[in-house]
């Protein structure tokens, strides 16, 4: 049987259900409140920003134009996004066994590894499809509202000036990043929704980990050090590494550079490790599992 | 006859628990197949283990000659299952639901062809509804509507007439004897009903804490002509003893104040009646009543007098 025929089937049922909509709409407007929110006082906000910057630098022009925007909100949302991408994923399975369609499922002519292929393609589809719709929102309404200007990154010791026209395809690259590191979390949803018969104990399961891991990461401990690159947590906001730019010798930017390439490809490699790793887990484990709901 | 399965020495361990036991039975094509056993006797375990839900601890499944280990897709092809509850997509409606399983089950059904299967258990005319407002009957008829989405040989229902009202019953009574004798299906029913099965399976299995009671022709193992008789009276204790002081005291095989159940002849229940009448006893009710139970008691000789 034609493997597209049964992602069409599982991505039918996905779009079908109302919860898959929560996400779309709460991005909708948890972007949509960021935006109002710097709309009404953003001008306030950037002066506070650059406060410390004023008296050594004459910074003029668009500032909060909708490059900054897109920054921001991805920086704010990369964290919870989780959340609405394990509502789906951690469904994947356990929904199917609460709702007692699993059985069904499985007595059809299908082998169970391309059923656990199609719907892990159905939910990484779902995961690039919200991320889609939240750089139309972060990205999109934002050039919009606030209009196209060259991107100021403020960071603890720099600031980093990006031009407008370079700006661009870093973000569709961020956007690509941001789509694997949140397959990983949808693959590891999928891998926990293997194990239970509801969706709740997958969907906490997987904000669990990420938590768990997040504080690990934060933590300056010696003890965690050794296992702090492992964790895939730690690279989800690897994105960020699209905007810094190389400088020259006179210290202007160099168009189209990227500062540490390889700390991105190695960081989208963990994350890719990982992902392959839930799904062959929950290859191995569903193949081997017993329907008994 | 060919045979449709074969089973041989099936035995499935859930941890210490072995819920299947050395089980080994036959189906020939084209027959009804009662699979009978009380609440927990392994019946559901089986079916799983036949359609590759589960996998047998130990034992063997060949259905159409074909190894259920080796050749599992191509035998589902050919077979259409309802497993215990006909639990489907409640947030889609009928027709949606016999959509998708249809390319799941690798055909390409028209609309006009999904709505003439609906119709077979009517439900033509609420196939745009959602499956989440059915009741129980629709649900179990949708359910079996799915299980024939691809024309199957074998077709295996799990106690199919759970839930059902008495027309839904009779209804899927009828649409298991059409599907066997005017299609030639195989039908493997699983039931605790005795009664259930008598009326349309060829063969039966009888099953209890996962072995093999007895396995026959059904006309063989139970005796057509031979009932059990509810009788409930105003004073069963005084109707107790006047029939354990007669000739029919051996056909006794329950009784308490409730009810007496006793085991007879069909032609002799007006005999019965009459000596009763004439004993004085004040009869309520009166009902024939074939229980798997009963009939499990009898041919263990485990009498509860």
Known sequence: MQFSRIVYVELYKVFRKPRTYIAFMAIAVIVGLIQLGFYADGDNYIQFGMQSLSDSFDIGGNILNGYLMAYIILQTMLMQVPLLIALVSGDMISGEANLGTLRLLVTKPVSRTMLILAKFTASNIYTIILLIWMAIWSLGISVLVFGANDLLILKSEQVTQILASDVLWRYVAAFAYACLAMITVSALAFFLSLFAENSIGPIMATMSIIIVFTILNTLDLPIFSGIKPFLFTSHMLGWKGFFDVKLNADNEQIIGSIENIRSVLISAFILLLHTLGFLFASIIVFKKKDILS | ?305
């Open chain 2, 1 to 305: 006859m060919k045979t449709a399965i074969q089973i041989s020495n099936l035995t499935k361990r859930f941890k210490s628990f072995t819920a299947v036991d050395k089980l080994s039975f036959s189906v020939n094509q084209g027959d009804v197949y009662g699979f009978l056993g009380q609440n927990g006797a392994g019946k559901s375990t089986t079916i799983r283990m036949m359609l590759s839900l589960i996998k047998p601890s130990e034992g063997d499944i060949q259905i159409f000659g074909l190894s259920l280990e080796k050749e599992r897709e191509k035998i589902l092809s050919k077979t259409g299952a309802v497993v215990e509850k006909p639990d489907l997509y409640k947030y889609l409606s009928a027709y949606e639901n016999m959509k998708l399983f249809s390319i799941l089950s690798g055909i390409s059904l028209t609309r006009a062809e999904i709505m003439r299967q609906l119709a077979v258990v009517g439900l033509e005319k609420r196939a745009n509804d959602k499956v989440k407002v059915y009741s129980q009957g629709m649900k179990q008829r949708l359910g079996i509507a799915v299980a024939l989405l691809n024309d199957p040989s074998l077709i295996i229902l799990d106690e199919p007439t759970n839930g059902l009202d008495p027309q839904g019953i009779a209804d899927i009574r009828s649409l298991i004897l059409m599907l066997s004798k005017d299609q030639g299906k195989t039908v493997l029913v699983s039931s605790h009903l005795l009664s259930e099965v008598e009326q349309i399976a060829d063969s039966m299995i009888i099953i209890d804490r996962g072995k093999k009671i007895i396995e026959g022709k059904v006309s063989e193992l139970i005796n057509p002509f031979s009932v059990q008789l509810e009788i409930i009276s105003l004073d069963n204790v005084a109707a107790k003893e006047v029939i354990m002081h007669s000739a029919w005291s051996s056909g006794i095989t329950y009784a308490s104040t409730e009810k007496i159940l006793i085991n007879l002849n069909k032609d002799m229940i007006p005999a019965l009646f009459k000596f009763l009448v004439e004993q004085n006893i004040q009869l309520i009710n009166i009902k024939t009543t074939n229980t798997l139970e009963s009939y499990f008691l009898s041919i263990t000789n485990d009498h509860a007098v």
